[in-house]
């Protein structure tokens, strides 16, 4: 898992909304929601699925799927050169 581009994504989905309001609706706190931002730390797999309830994304999408971009990726950028 890469914490910056999970960072990232949070961030971007959160989108204007307060931090406040998200944290509120998932169960957590707002300082956990704010490491979660900031790429300090992962959360735990039941408050990933909250987050993806509540953004009406898959835990997948969130957590996961960077990964397999940079796969490929990296993949593309050695078969190029």
């Not at 699925?49 to 050695?78: G, P, Q, W």
């Amino acid at each position: 898992m890469n914490n910056a581009l999970i960072a990232r994504k949070l961030i971007e989905l959160r989108g204007s909304k307060s931090r406040e309001t998200v944290a509120k609706a998932c169960g957590i706190s707002v300082s956990a929601l704010a490491m979660y931002e900031q790429g300090e730390r992962i959360p735990r797999d039941d408050i990933k699925i909250k987050l993806a309830k509540y953004y009406k994304r898959s835990v997948n999408f969130i957590f996961f799927a960077h990964d397999e971009y940079e796969t490929c990726t990296a993949t593309n950028k050695k078969g190029d050169e």
